[in-house]
């Protein structure tokens, strides 16, 4: 409020209790408040002065028990997708102006990780891979100062990155992460749809794959969004080994617990049995459902109704309702937290509203309550998980 004073407007708007935050009441605002906007600057300025008003104001229902932590979860990611389509936008038309149009030139974006799963909180960074395709009869775009097709849709990425994360004077949008495009970090940041596709064909990792059962595309070129979503369709419903996914997952657990230690008992992404191996629970089931004869599609769903959908047919019904339970409380515990605080969660630091708070979320009379369920959940998730990889 200090550094932002107009996001107390939007406090006191008499409807704000009473209407979610939807992707169409979101949506209807955010065109309202671009509709002035000029110029590429202006339109930057004003997506940042939407987001953290409307971020602000998620935070603000969540505090005051008007949405829960999926809810919240939900409205963030719904906040984010508007606002990656609308930078796109933006960044497409100023590209046009010094480069034209590339013929057949086509994108989409796709989200990835809690993006993809429709489960950021107010604090998260995003993790994005564009696609692209074109024409192979053209050798240049056809504007004033033409580009080939590399430096062209090289070109809006990194104008697309910059427009989230660059800060101006209305600060950051997102970090934006975009270690899972194929190849990695020395990959090209923009890819091209058939070399998606061979690499995650051919070449990507059980991990990779595991990334891709949340992928979800968020805008773009519609039939390019289709060539995609077959792509990922196809690359998940294959048949695998299961033992060696089983492997692979539980490799990738160690190698996260070695270079990532949990910060203290409150680390509910990183503690054993925390947020992580839920997802990898998620994650190892939808890679191995078809070699155990279910045949479900996961992506555009949350950690928690993938988990449902493929459990319900693939774990006993109390593993399900422990993981359940458990990610259901740190889904919460964690929204809140991240709204708060920046850094790591210690109840002997925190301030009373917020101990106040966690334990309303966590349904216990006391912090000392709502520890000993953290452990008894946390215990009971990496058992089960321990389980199904070391089977």
């Known amino acids: 409020i200090a550094a932002r004073p107009h996001v107390f407007d939007g406090m006191l708007d008499?409807?704000?209790?009473a209407e979610l935050p939807t992707r169409d009441y979101l949506g209807e605002r955010l065109k309202a408040s671009l509709v002035q906007a000029r110029h590429y600057e202006e339109v930057l300025d004003r997506l940042r002065i939407f987001a953290s008003e409307q971020s602000f104001l998620i935070g603000i229902r969540l505090l005051t028990g008007a949405i829960n932590g999926d809810m919240a979860a939900r409205a963030f990611t719904h906040l984010a997708d508007l606002i990656i389509e609308a930078a796109l936008d933006a960044v497409m038309n100023e590209i046009r102006v010094t480069h034209g149009d590339y013929p057949g030139g086509r994108i989409a974006i796709a989200g990835m990780g809690k993006l993809g799963s429709f489960e950021l909180t107010g604090g998260s960074d995003i993790d994005l891979i564009l696609l692209y395709d074109y024409d192979d009869a053209a050798g240049e775009s056809d504007g004033a100062k033409p580009l080939d097709a590399t430096r062209y849709f090289t070109r809006i990425t990194q104008r697309l990155i910059a427009a989230l994360s660059a800060p101006t004077a209305e600060g950051v949008l997102y970090e934006v992460d975009?270690?899972?495009?194929?190849?990695?970090?020395k990959g090209p940041v923009a890819t091209r749809i058939n070399a998606f596709g061979k690499y995650q064909r051919e070449e990507a990792w059980t991990w990779e794959h595991m990334a891709l059962s949340r992928a979800r595309l968020i805008c773009g070129d519609e039939s390019l969004i289709g060539e995609a979503e077959s792509i990922i369709s196809d690359v998940l419903s294959k048949?695998?080994?299961?033992?060696?996914v089983a492997h692979d997952v539980a490799e990738m657990r160690e190698l996260i617990e070695?270079?990532?230690?949990p910060d203290n008992a409150w680390d509910l992404k990183l503690i054993p049995g925390g947020v992580v191996d839920v997802e990898f629970i998620a994650q190892y089931l939808a890679l191995i459902a078809l070699a155990k004869g279910v045949d479900i599609s996961v992506n555009g769903l949350t950690t928690g109704a993938a988990l449902k959908a493929l459990g319900d047919k693939l774990m006993a019904s109390a593993d399900l309702d422990a993981c359940l339970e458990a990610f259901t409380l740190y889904t919460e515990l964690s929204q809140l937290i991240r709204l708060c605080i920046d850094a790591h969660f210690d109840p002997k630091e925190a301030p009373a509203g917020l101990i106040e708070l966690v334990c309303r979320a966590g349904d216990c009379p006391d912090?000392?309550?709502?520890?000993?369920?953290?452990?008894?959940l946390s215990k009971a998730v990496r058992k089960i998980f321990l389980a199904m990889v070391r089977a």
């Open 178 to 185: 975009m270690r899972l495009r194929p190849s990695g970090n």
């Open 239 to 244: 048949k695998r080994d299961i033992a060696k």
């Open 367 to 376: 912090i000392k309550t709502l520890e000993g369920e953290v452990k008894r």
């Open 14 to 17: 008499p409807g704000l209790m």
């Open 258 to 261: 070695k270079e990532k230690a």
